[in-house]
């Protein structure tokens, strides 16, 4: 029997990708992706955007220029976005506000909605709206957003609350909204599929760290807690963010030290956690000088453990059970060290890993914890580029 001829379509073929834009403060990130099939056809990063001129090293000037230096480099690897009959541009919105709890296709009032955002979160949004302009100039195919505070969107009141006056809370949208949640989402999924059981039937802790860190209390796929807040700046030990500190600290730093707010801000953000504590913020790198005998290295190794722990024995009691454990992200996917010092001394209540399946170096999502053990702890690589495209496929094809 002989095939008909193809006929063109206008219905997307299941190996056209979507173009997943992640527009930092100062960088692009890109990945041209089939969503089905997960095969990546081109990825990389503009950087320094917006520091051009002066040393004639610097980057693209806004996002839009970064845009065509990506174009130039999918050219200069051969990827041709026609001629890969392009689907969709996918882009990661860090903030959604209290408004958006599934990904949409971006038109004129979403992105208004999503600049009526901006106070909420001033390093992040403005980035995306400028990566969507940008986008839509230069592509004719449909822009979809993707929102990292979604997954959260519906916490439990009780977990979404801070103890604030209400009216004040209400005027200024002041909740804990909860960032990395396109990961959290993936990874959450991606667990179930490994131990080959329902997301609905799962208790699962999920620890995403990263540069920046988070935790998830996920109950039958649907978060219930997390370490996030109002901004990305409360919760776990990162990078070089503080994480969780005493409210009191800023007016403290203000009388005592005499430093603004905003400096305040910045010193959280950009000059604490590992960073305030061991001088550098690259885990690999705390990981060497403790190994070496560093005692601040040690310190802050120490205290990042401490505070994981903190969070994995309050979600046990949010979820009041748990079934697995699971570790992803640079320093969860890639930290034996890590992964061993979170569950030490909590064989009690059921955790622990095996030494052999925990140093094991694989990149693939697997079980670390002894065979029957009361509860599992995984290793689950996140994909958030690869969950935005299938996401950014799902809008096109519920129309
Ligand atoms: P981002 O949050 O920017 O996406 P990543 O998920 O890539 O970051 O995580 C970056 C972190 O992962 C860095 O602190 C880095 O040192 C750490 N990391 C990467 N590889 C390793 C490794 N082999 N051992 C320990 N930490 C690692």
Do not use: W
Not at 76 to 83: E, H, I, S
Not at 147 to 170: G, I, K, N, V
Not at 207 to 225: E, F, I, K, P, Y
């Amino acid at each position: 029997m002989t095939e008909p001829p193809t006929q063109p379509t206008t219905e997307p073929t299941t190996d056209q990708p979507v173009l997943v834009l992640n527009a930092g403060s100062s960088s692009l990130k890109y990945q041209l992706v089939v969503p089905e099939s997960g095969h990546v056809l081109a990825s990389g990063t503009v950087e320094r955007i917006g520091e051009g001129g002066g040393d004639g090293g610097g980057g693209p000037a806004d996002h839009a220029e970064a845009l065509q230096q990506m174009q130039q480099r999918l050219r200069d690897d051969g990827v041709d976005l026609q001629a890969v009959g392009l689907r969709a541009v996918g882009h990661r919105v860090v903030h959604g506000g209290p408004d958006f709890s599934d990904p949409v296709l971006v038109d004129d009032e979403v992105l208004s909605r999503v600049r009526d955002l901006v106070p909420l979160a001033p390093l992040h949004n403005p980035g995306a709206i400028t990566g969507i302009e940008a986008a839509q100039e230069a592509y004719d195919v449909p822009q979809v957003a993707v929102f990292d505070t979604a997954f959260f969107s519906d916490l439990p009141a009780a977990a979404a609350t801070y103890a604030l006056p209400r009216d004040l809370a209400r005027e200024h949208r002041l909740r804990r909204y909860g960032f990395h949640g396109t990961s959290h989402r993936y990874v959450a999924g991606a667990t179930a599929d490994l131990l080959g059981r329902p997301l609905a039937d799962l208790d699962q802790v999920v620890l995403h760290l990263g540069n920046g860190c988070s935790a998830s209390a996920v109950h039958g796929g649907r978060a219930v807690d997390t370490s996030m807040g109002l901004t990305p700046l409360e919760g776990l030990v990162m990078g070089t963010r503080s994480g969780d500190v005493d409210p009191g600290l800023h007016a403290f730093l203000h009388r005592e030290a005499g430093l603004s707010l905003d400096e305040v801000d910045e010193l959280l953000n950009k000059r604490s956690g590992l960073q305030g504590i061991a001088g550098v913020n690259d885990f690999r790198e705390v990981v060497r000088r403790k190994d070496a005998g560093d005692d601040d290295a040690r310190l802050a190794f120490d205290v990042f453990v401490h505070r994981l722990k903190h969070y994995v024995g309050a979600y046990l009691a949010q979820l009041g059970r748990l079934d697995v454990l699971v570790f992803t992200a640079g320093i969860g996917q890639n930290s034996p060290p890590v992964r061993a010092a979170v569950v030490e001394g909590l064989g009690g209540l059921g955790l622990s890993v095996d030494p052999e399946r925990n140093e094991a170096r694989k990149n693939e999502a697997r079980v670390i914890s002894p065979d029957g053990s009361p509860v599992t702890v995984a290793v689950v690589p996140t994909n958030e580029e690869l969950a935005i495209a299938r996401q950014a496929a799902e809008v096109l094809s519920r129309g």
